[in-house]
Nanobody, 116 residues
Framework: QVQLVESGGGLVQAGGSLRLSCAASGRTFSIYTMGWFRQAPGKEREFVASIKRSGGDTYYADSVKGRFTISRDNAKNTIYLQMNSLKPEDTAVYYC?????????WGKGTLVTVSS
């Protein structure tokens, strides 16, 4: 199994920046890809960004392209989400996700609130 712990959420004004971190533990050698999803109040969970453990290919939702950057540190089994030019519509609980051995793992989430 894989365990995921997010950190770095908080309150920020529109136009500001935040960096989220997600540390993985357990069977980390089996992780194929890791990423971020978010869920705003009253909405479904949506994909934000992902990165492959090997090769580092990255993928982004159109809504965050050019503003968010996902990166990884395989030695620390950690991924990051640098969020710049934040907008009120980015307000959500951000969840870390890992795909390993055909199974999806989720963190408990971290709240990001962007005030206008």
């Amino acid at each position: 199994q894989v365990q995921l712990v997010e950190s770095g959420g908080g309150l920020v004004q529109a136009g500001g920046s935040l960096r989220l971190s997600c540390a993985a533990s357990g069977r980390t050698f089996s992780i194929y890809t890791m990423g971020w999803f978010r869920q705003a109040p009253g909405k479904e969970r949506e994909f934000v960004a992902s990165i492959k453990r090997s090769g580092g290919d990255t993928y982004y939702a159109d809504s965050v392209k050019g503003r968010f950057t996902i990166s990884r540190d395989n030695a620390k089994n950690t991924i990051y989400l640098q969020m710049n030019s934040l907008k009120p519509e980015d307000t959500a609980v951000y969840y870390c996700n890992a795909l390993a051995e055909g199974m999806n793992y989720w963190g408990k989430g971290t709240l990001v609130t962007v005030s206008s």
